[in-house]
Nanobody
Framework: QVQLVESGGGLAQTGGSLSLDCVFSGSIFSAYMMGWYRQAPGTQREMVAEIAPGGRPNYADSVKGRFTISRDNAKNTVTLQMDNLKPEDTAVYYC???????????WGQGTQVTVSS
């Protein structure tokens, strides 16, 4: 059973930085697509960044140039580096793992990111 454990959320000021980590266990990490999603109160969960097993990233337009997703297949970890944070980045951030669009996804428990203006 795949398990995802996120860490690194917290409070930052506008223009500041935070880094989120997600540790994967229970299967072969290098075979999985990995992603970070977020959900603010009263909104739907949205994709922030994804990374393929080979390392190719994909970003939401709202975070391009500010966030960087990376993965370390030796450490079973995916990282989201968030720079130049804005108040609208405030949300609960979730790590997601999936093999393909037809397989069930796995989710972490979420970590809160709050950006003050």
């Amino acid at each position: 059973q795949v398990q995802l454990v996120e860490s690194g959320g917290g409070l930052a000021q506008t223009g500041g930085s935070l880094s989120l980590d997600c540790v994967f266990s229970g299967s072969i990490f290098s075979a999985y697509m990995m992603g970070w999603y977020r959900q603010a109160p009263g909104t739907q969960r949205e994709m922030v960044a994804e990374i393929a097993p080979g390392g190719r990233p994909n970003y939401a337009d709202s975070v391009k140039g500010r966030f960087t997703i990376s993965r370390d297949n030796a450490k079973n970890t995916v990282t989201l580096q968030m720079d130049n944070l804005k108040p609208e980045d405030t949300a609960v951030y979730y790590c997601k793992a999936w093999l393909d669009p037809f397989s069930r996804p796995y989710w972490g428990q979420g970590t809160q990111v709050t950006v003050s203006s």
